[in-house]
């Protein structure tokens, strides 16, 4: 007689479910404000992909490079995306309690680089310099002053999305 598959249970499904679509609107969090510069008179807001990838103005006839690439703050983000993706492993596969370990590694991991995103920012080399526009060598200070950088509600979802998916994860360990 041939051994029957034991069929996951539906809360394990639905944990793994709620990982993914919480990863995936964690990396949706890309798109949104992540870093809040404070300036006195105004606020300038970076998005995640601005801080990730970099961040260039036109002034005039200029091209000004602001951010530069950071991997520290593209990081969160593949690390999300990566947890969703062992999570589908997850539910799909035998191992499941090593992919859900390695899931939940890879949202609380997320999680905190989430939080922690002001400390990655890079500007760039020559953003201070020759720049004829203030406003913009206003921002360049006071991210390098680092006191008025605050996070926004792009990274604030981000961590707790990728929280939520964290316990999804470590929650689908004990229930098979």
Same mark, same amino acid.
């Given at each position: #007689?041939?051994?029957?598959?034991?069929?996951?249970?539906?809360?394990?499904?639905?944990?793994?479910?709620?990982?993914?679509?919480?990863?995936?609107?964690?990396?949706? #969090?890309?798109?949104?404000?992540?870093?809040?510069?404070?300036?006195?008179?105004?606020?300038?807001?970076?998005?995640?992909?601005?801080?990730?990838?970099?961040?260039?103005?036109?002034?005039?006839?200029?091209?000004?490079?602001?951010?530069?690439?950071?991997? #520290?703050?593209?990081?969160?983000?593949?690390?999300?995306?990566? +947890?969703?993706?062992?999570?589908?492993?997850?539910?799909?596969?035998?191992?499941?309690?090593?992919?859900?370990?390695?899931?939940?590694?890879?949202?609380?991991?997320?999680?905190?680089?989430?939080?922690?995103?002001?400390?990655?920012?890079?500007?760039?080399?020559?953003?201070?310099? +020759?720049?004829?526009?203030?406003?913009? &060598?206003?921002?360049?200070?006071?991210?390098?002053?680092?006191?008025?950088?605050?996070?926004?509600?792009?990274?604030?979802?981000?961590?707790?999305?990728?929280?939520?998916?964290?316990?999804?994860?470590?929650? &689908?360990?004990?229930? &098979?």
């Amino acid at each position: #007689m041939a051994k029957k598959r034991k069929k996951s249970s539906t809360l394990g499904l639905a944990l793994s479910a709620g990982a993914v679509l919480f990863a995936i609107v964690a990396v949706c #969090m890309l798109f949104v404000n992540a870093v809040t510069v404070d300036l006195k008179l105004t606020d300038v807001n970076f998005t995640g992909a601005q801080l990730a990838f970099g961040y260039k103005e036109t002034i005039g006839s200029k091209d000004i490079e602001i951010l530069s690439f950071s991997f #520290m703050n593209l990081l969160p983000y593949l690390l999300a995306l990566g +947890g969703g993706v062992v999570a589908v492993l997850a539910a799909l596969g035998k191992k499941s309690f090593l992919l859900n370990v390695i899931a939940t590694a890879c949202f609380v991991a997320a999680a905190i680089f989430f939080f922690t995103a002001t400390a990655y920012i890079t500007v760039a080399k020559t953003a201070g310099e +020759g720049v004829l526009n203030q406003t913009w &060598k206003s921002v360049v200070d006071a991210i390098k002053d680092s006191e008025n950088v605050k996070l926004a509600i792009g990274s604030i979802l981000g961590g707790v999305f990728s929280s939520v998916a964290a316990a999804c994860s470590a929650l &689908k360990i004990f229930v &098979k």
